[in-house]
């Protein structure tokens, strides 16, 4: 066996742990919530001094070891250029309600400001003193149908971001609990997934729910005659045929698939002067039918369910 006297050439060396917060959680950079236990990584030079010392999740010593890209890690202590040693502030993670906030302020953000600047456009009408213009009440109602189309389709992504969120916090819960009842009962007997019942409330002993509870009101749509054809106004025909239109153009790719021999592109109908605008593929413009051809028109559209039965507003009554 080969031995080492006194004079053995000293060196830089690294020593590794898993720390248990003492007080408090500690705050690292780039986690979600306050880290009750965490892997603790120390660097001292050839003359046992510290250079720093390295904090992170496990989830963070995971991808150190798996993948090749750079990891945020927080320097716990570490050596400034005068030689001192000082830590690395880490600000305070946001709650996920306050985190799912600024993620989701693109996309309801908007929708909030749009609902302002309506809300002070008819605030403003209403103390003009002047009455309102049927072309003020169709760019009110155009803001209104703008905020309707795009709080329908953000329903499903914020519910997916706060999912995602949550699954986020949960997985960061039951390792850590799982560490700790481990240490608690010096074992490696536990698994995160053996406290998934407990974080997801599916079980007799789930943890207490603090959600905030939703305003449900209970509101009962107003009862309104339904308006004969004949009866409407250039716009509510557009209207109304549009909605037939995209119908028909959702059957015929059903039944055709996606093809350039379509009858139907985005298919729509808008009030024109004098009428009623219908045009069948978008980029081929539209065309413009009197009131009482888009009346008839309607007509027949209402009175055919198949794709098959569908003509054109040119030879329908053919």
């Known amino acids: 066996m080969r031995m080492y006297g006194l004079d053995k050439k000293r060196t830089s060396t690294v020593y590794l742990r898993q720390v248990q917060a003492t007080s408090r959680d500690v705050f690292l950079n780039d986690t979600l919530n306050g880290q009750n236990f965490y892997v603790e990584m120390e660097v001292k030079d050839p003359n046992d001094k510290l250079v720093c010392q390295i904090g992170m999740s496990y989830e963070q010593f995971v991808r150190i070891m798996l993948s090749s890209n750079n990891v945020p890690v927080t320097l716990l202590k570490y050596r400034n250029e005068d030689g001192e040693l000082v830590k690395e502030e880490v600000e305070?993670?946001?709650?996920?309600?306050?985190?799912?906030?600024?993620?989701?302020?693109e996309t309801i953000?908007?929708?909030?400001?749009?609902?302002?600047d309506l809300k002070k456009d008819i605030y403003e009408l209403v103390n003009s003193g002047k009455s309102v213009g049927k072309k003020k009440m169709e760019d009110l109602l155009s803001q209104i149908e703008v905020i309707e189309s795009h709080y329908n389709s953000n329903i499903s992504f914020v519910t997916q971001e706060a999912v995602n969120r949550v699954g986020e916090v949960q997985d960061?819960?039951?390792?850590?609990l799982s560490i700790a009842m481990n240490n608690m009962i010096n074992s490696n007997s536990f698994e995160?997934?053996?406290?998934?019942?407990?974080?997801?409330?599916?079980?007799?002993?789930?943890?207490?729910?603090?959600?905030?509870k939703p305003i449900i009101e209970y509101y009962k749509k107003k009862e309104r005659a339904e308006k004969s054809i004949d009866d409407m106004t250039n716009m509510e025909l557009a209207d109304n045929i549009s909605v037939l239109l995209k119908k028909f153009e959702t059957?015929?790719?059903?039944?055709?698939?996606?093809?350039?021999h379509n009858l139907l592109y985005f298919a729509h109908a808008v009030t024109v002067?004098?009428?009623?605008?219908?045009?069948?593929?978008?980029?081929?413009?539209?065309?413009?039918?009197?009131?009482?051809?888009a009346k008839a028109y309607l007509k027949f559209l209402i009175s055919i369910s198949k794709f098959s039965e569908f003509k054109t507003y040119h030879d329908f009554d053919k």
């Open 273 to 293: 002067l004098g009428g009623v605008g219908i045009s069948n593929v978008s980029y081929h413009g539209c065309y413009t039918v009197l009131p009482e051809r």
């Open 192 to 212: 995160p997934n053996d406290f998934k019942k407990l974080i997801e409330g599916e079980s007799q002993i789930s943890l207490p729910d603090y959600t905030i």
């Open 172 to 176: 960061n819960v039951k390792t850590q």
């Open 92 to 105: 305070k993670p946001d709650s996920a309600k306050d985190a799912l906030i600024k993620d989701l302020d």
């Open 109 to 116: 953000g908007s929708v909030n400001d749009r609902i302002s």
């Open 251 to 260: 059957l015929e790719r059903i039944e055709n698939g996606d093809s350039e």
